[in-house]
């Protein structure tokens, strides 16, 4: 840290607080800065863009992506990493508990909840956490992943009648062609 003609002249006037000054200012200048952000010889050469993710990806994604996949089927490694980022994400899943402030209405929800949670999967082969891992794998191996909500006829025979499916967002067009804001698009058909 460099000295400023006001150090200087409390040094000068006192060396004991123009030490405590240092010191202090030192301290405040480690708590009020990113390593990253530091300039220094190790990152004079380091060349950064001030564009969002997407831009810098740009036309890369789908070879990415691509690469992604095949490192997770193909490569032990890979799949190992996968398999860990959707377990320290999910863990044994996440479970919402009612709070309405109510008691026995929360004990109503959370009840029903546990019926569809086993029949919440769309295409009837996970349960709710399950659900969870598999949203969150998708997400690491090609970089998103699509939720679909989809409202049942009574006559499917379901306790709740709603249910959930997980893709992968490759190749999938979003409903009804709209753009998607901070990755969500929906549509008003049902």
Same mark, same amino acid.
């Given at each position: 840290?460099?000295?400023?003609?006001?150090?200087?002249?409390?040094?000068?006037?006192?060396? #004991?607080?123009?030490?405590?000054?240092? +010191?202090? @200012?030192?301290?405040?200048?480690?708590?009020?800065?990113?390593?990253?952000? @530091?300039?220094?010889?190790?990152?004079?050469?380091?060349?950064?863009?001030?564009?969002?993710?997407? /831009?810098?990806?740009?036309?890369?994604?789908?070879?990415?992506?691509?690469?992604?996949?095949?490192?997770?089927?193909?490569?032990?490694?890979?799949?190992?990493? /996968?398999?860990?980022?959707?377990?320290?994400?999910? %863990?044994?899943?996440?479970?919402?508990?009612?709070?309405?402030?109510?008691?026995?209405?929360?004990?109503?929800?959370?009840? #029903?909840?546990?019926?569809?949670?086993?029949?919440?999967?769309?295409?009837?082969?996970?349960?709710?956490?399950?659900?969870?891992?598999?949203?969150? +794998?998708?997400?690491?191996?090609? %970089?998103?992943?699509?939720?679909?909500?989809?409202?049942?006829?009574? &006559?499917?025979?379901?306790?709740?009648?709603?249910?959930? &499916?997980?893709? &992968?967002?490759?190749?999938?067009?979003?409903?009804?062609?709209?753009?998607?804001?901070?990755?969500? /698009?929906?549509?008003?058909? +049902?």
């Amino acid at each position: 840290m460099e000295s400023n003609w006001i150090d200087k002249a409390v040094a000068w006037l006192s060396p #004991e607080s123009a030490f405590k000054r240092l +010191r202090y @200012r030192a301290a405040l200048e480690v708590l009020s800065s990113y390593d990253g952000a @530091r300039t220094g010889r190790r990152t004079e050469n380091w060349r950064t863009t001030g564009s969002d993710p997407n /831009a810098t990806i740009g036309s890369d994604l789908d070879r990415l992506i691509q690469r992604s996949r095949d490192l997770i089927r193909n490569d032990p490694h890979g799949t190992r990493i /996968a398999s860990v980022i959707a377990n320290s994400a999910v %863990g044994t899943g996440i479970t919402p508990q009612a709070d309405t402030g109510d008691p026995g209405t929360d004990e109503i929800i959370n009840e #029903e909840f546990k019926f569809w949670s086993e029949e919440c999967d769309a295409e009837g082969q996970l349960d709710f956490w399950g659900l969870q891992h598999l949203g969150v +794998r998708s997400i690491v191996e090609s %970089g998103a992943s699509l939720s679909r909500s989809r409202r049942r006829r009574s &006559s499917d025979g379901l306790r709740v009648p709603y249910q959930k &499916s997980i893709t &992968s967002t490759v190749g999938k067009k979003n409903p009804g062609g709209k753009p998607a804001t901070r990755g969500r /698009a929906s549509n008003s058909t +049902r």
